[in-house]
């Protein structure tokens, strides 16, 4: 069964700069992609940045030049640089991977969220 770790949120003034991280772990086959979305209060959930076995890179247009994301070296750590932060980035954020498990059936796994927050 794959887990994944949050860490990194808080509360933040605007303009400021937040680190996410996302830890992979249990058995699988492969990782195909790694993300983070976020949810907003009354707002539907949205992709943020994503990035794929090839290490290509995919953002939202509200965060682009903003925010930066990362893998670790060993491919089981997913990062979310986020600078000049504004209030409108406020919101639960969500790590997520799409992979194969040993049995190579498809998961599609979520992290508990964290919370940023920018105010001040």
């Known amino acids: 069964q794959v887990q994944l770790a949050e860490s990194g949120g808080g509360l933040v003034q605007p303009g400021g700069s937040l680190r996410l991280s996302c830890t992979v772990s249990?058995?699988?086959?492969?990782?195909?992609?790694m993300g983070w979305y976020r949810q907003a209060p009354g707002k539907e959930r949205e992709m943020v940045a994503r990035i794929i076995t090839s290490g290509s890179t995919e953002y939202a247009d509200s965060v682009k030049g903003r925010f930066t994301i990362s893998r670790g070296d060993t491919k089981m750590t997913v990062y979310l640089q986020m600078n000049s932060l504004k209030p409108e980035d406020t919101a639960v954020y969500y790590c997520?991977?799409?992979?194969?498990?040993?049995?190579?059936?498809?998961?599609?796994?979520w992290g508990q969220g964290t919370q940023v927050t920018v105010s001040g």
């Open positions: 249990g058995s699988m086959f492969s990782i195909n992609a």
């Open positions: 997520n991977v799409v992979g194969y498990s040993m049995n190579f059936r498809s998961f599609d796994s």
